[in-house]
Every structure is written in structure tokens, then in C-alpha cells.
């Protein structure tokens, strides 16, 4: 996993994923939202269920659910 880095500017944003059980979980959302264009870090963490994204600018919720949904999980919403 890369370090956060922030940039000024960006956005971070945590969303709340439901059905995160393992590191292979965290990979895989983390791998499907690094894919939205404008983000530039991803950090899924099972235990806690959350997911923390930081972009150039706001994203649309939709297609982070969409990309959470790619991965086989749920969005909540945002923390």
C-alpha cells in the first residue's frame, strides 16, 4: 500500500463498505476505486470497514458505489 500523500487541493473523503472481512477484501475495493478517474490514493481497512479516498475533487458518490458494487461489496455511504 502506497502512502497517503495529499496535495493541495484534494479531497479526502471516508465511505463506510459493508462485507470487508480480509486483506483480499481491502484489495480488491481499493483496486476498483483507484480506477475513478482523479484519485489519486486508496485505504480500505476490513476491521473498521471503512474506506478512506483522496482525489483531486469531490467524486460522485454513484461511482464509487459503482465501483464498490464491481468489487462485490456494498457502499453504505459516506463516514
Not at 500523500?5 to 484489495?27: D, I, N, W
Not at 478512506?52 to 461489496?73: I, K, M, N
Amino acid at each position: 500500500m502506497s502512502a497517503q500523500t495529499e496535495t493541495p487541493g484534494s479531497v479526502t473523503t471516508v465511505y463506510k463498505v459493508s462485507g470487508m472481512s480480509c486483506g483480499h477484501c481491502e484489495g480488491s475495493v481499493s483496486s476498483e476505486i483507484s480506477e475513478i478517474p482523479g484519485v489519486s490514493s486508496v485505504k480500505a481497512v476490513a476491521s473498521s470497514g471503512e474506506v478512506t479516498v483522496v482525489s483531486a475533487a469531490p467524486l460522485d458518490e454513484e461511482a464509487v458505489r459503482a465501483a464498490v458494487d464491481e468489487a462485490g461489496y456494498e457502499l453504505v455511504g459516506k463516514a
